[in-house]
Every structure is written in structure tokens, then in C-alpha cells.
């Protein structure tokens, strides 16, 4: 047995284009699933696709916006329609926005709680309505160690929030779905360098490396064999975990 096999299997990721999710989406891909590059940005998705077939794996670029239920839906069925099944649905989206609580705006913590636990519902129900009739899959939910924790120097309640909620979402749907056989579980990286972090001020990146045991910041490579585990056969009997990859932030 090739214990991190994924031959044969379909996969959709959102927020693939890039980041976390444009290395997990080619981890799977070299671990021989097709994948399904699906990202509000349909450039940035269109651009990682193609760069996936031209290192001869398959893989296409489909626009989604995980906050609209119908866009979740139809990025889903389009899998079904291109290659016949959805094995495993990596609902990695997410966004941070760093407001203090006292001035935050309705829209901003409406908008970080719709991308970051909305989305990761209704990309999940459009999965699991379609595993459940095919007898089963595998779901990943990109959580935080922010659902763990709270992180400083940055003001970031709303996206705490939202990450916590994806927790215990994973672990609800994973005990809901588990007749169906679809196993729902999510990985909580710490700071990874990605666009997202990269782009914060420099005195907050120099703190987090400060605070983080292993003194620097993961790369998005460091979280791929997770998430493929998590997709993979291997991960039968794992259903509603939550895999915390953050260079030992979390123990101290
Ligand atoms: P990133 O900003 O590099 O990528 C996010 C991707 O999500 C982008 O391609 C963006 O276009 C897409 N996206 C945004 N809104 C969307 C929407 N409404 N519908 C579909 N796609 C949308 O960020 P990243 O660091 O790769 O983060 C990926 C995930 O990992 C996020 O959920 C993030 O919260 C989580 N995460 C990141 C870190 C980190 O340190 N980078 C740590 C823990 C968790």
C-alpha cells in the first residue's frame, strides 16, 4: 500500500490559487488526485491550474465565491461534471482583517465571519450532499491556531472567532456525516508565510517569529503532507480532528 496515495481521486480547493491552498492543491495533484483550483480570483486560479499541467497533473480552474450558496453548489457539481465524482473538498478560503473590537464595523466582522465560517459550511454542504450519495469522502477545513488561541500584537477578534467556529463545525459535521461515511476534519496552521502574513506590518512579523518555539514562520510545502493524509485512505478512522501545525506556538 502507498499510504499516501491519492490515484484516482477528485479534489476541489478553495482559495487554491495561491498560499496554503495553491500548495496543497499541487501536494495532492503529485500525489495523483485532479484537482479543481477554485478561488474567487478566477486570474490567479486560471494561472496556478496551468501551472499544474504544465508539470503534467490535472488540474482546472473554476470561479467560486464561497460566501454565495449557489457558487459553492455549482463549483462543486462542475467537479461531478468534469471527472465523474468529489472525493475530498479542501475548503481553505479565508481572509483576516485586523480592527480593535471597539472599532469594528458590522461589515467588517460580517465580512471575515462569512468567508472564513460560512464559506466553510456551505462549501462543505455542497461537498457532503454529494459524498453522501456516492458513498463517501473526505472533507479538510483550513482552521487556525487562532481557534485555539488568541493571537498578538494584532487586534483580530473577529477572525479568532471565525476560526474557532470552524473547530467545532469539523467536528460537528464530522460526527453528522459520519454514517454517510464522509469524514470532515481540519488542519490549524500557525504563522505561515504566505501573502497574508507577508503582507503585515514588519514589527508584527518580527514579534510572531519571537513568540514561535521554533523561531520562524512555515511555509505552505510544511502543511501539505497533512492535508493529504487527511484525504487519503490512511486517514480512515480519523474523522473530527483537527491537526495543529504551528512550530510549537501553541505550547507555551
Ligand atoms: P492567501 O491570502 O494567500 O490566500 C487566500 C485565498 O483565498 C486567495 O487566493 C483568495 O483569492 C481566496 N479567497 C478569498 N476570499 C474568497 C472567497 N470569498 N471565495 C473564494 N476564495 C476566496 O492566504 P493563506 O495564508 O494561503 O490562507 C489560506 C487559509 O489558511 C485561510 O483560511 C487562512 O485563514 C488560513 N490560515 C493562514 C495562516 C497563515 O499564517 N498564512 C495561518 C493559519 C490559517
Redesign the pocket.
Known amino acids: 500500500m502507498n499510504y499516501a496515495s491519492l490515484e484516482g481521486k477528485t479534489a476541489f480547493v ?9 500548495a496543497a492543491a499541487r501536494g495532492m495533484a503529485l500525489s495523483g488526485a485532479r484537482v479543481a483550483i ?4 478566477i486570474a ?2 486560471e494561472a496556478t491550474a496551468e501551472e499544474l499541467r504544465e508539470e503534467g497533473l490535472e488540474a482546472f480552474a473554476i470561479q ?5 450558496p449557489q ?1 459553492a453548489a455549482d463549483m462543486a457539481a462542475a467537479v461531478v461534471k468534469k471527472w465523474g465524482r468529489l472525493d475530498i473538498a479542501f475548503n ?5 482583517i485586523n480592527t480593535p473590537a471597539l472599532d469594528m464595523t458590522y461589515a467588517e466582522w460580517k465580512k471575515v465571519l ?3 465560517l460560512t ?1 466553510v459550511f456551505l462549501t462543505s454542504q455542497a461537498a457532503g450532499r454529494i459524498m453522501k450519495e456516492q458513498g463517501g469522502g473526505s472533507i479538510i477545513n ?5 481557534g485555539h488561541i488568541v493571537n498578538i500584537p494584532q487586534p483580530q477578534c473577529t ?1 479568532n472567532a471565525s ?1 474557532a467556529g470552524v473547530i467545532l463545525l469539523t467536528k460537528s459535521l464530522a460526527v453528522e456525516w459520519a454514517p454517510y461515511h464522509i469524514r470532515v476534519n481540519s488542519i ?10 507577508l503582507s503585515a506590518p514588519q514589527e508584527w512579523q518580527v514579534r510572531w517569529k519571537d513568540l514561535t518555539p521554533t523561531g520562524r ?2 511555509t ?1 510545502e510544511e502543511l501539505v503532507s497533512a492535508v493529504v493524509y487527511l484525504a487519503s485512505d490512511s486517514a480512515s478512522y480519523t474523522t473530527g480532528s483537527d491537526i495543529v501545525i504551528d512550530g510549537a506556538f501553541t505550547c507555551i
Open positions: 478553495t482559495g487554491g490559487a495561491r498560499g496554503i491552498g495553491k477554485a478561488d474567487i480570483d490567479a486560479a467560486c465565491d464561497v460566501t454565495d457558487s481553505n478560503a479565508g481572509i483576516c462569512d468567508i472564513n464559506g483550513t482552521a487556525s491556531m487562532s477572525y476560526k490549524s496552521p500557525g504563522y505561515i508565510a504566505t501573502d497574508m502574513t514562520m512555515g505552505p
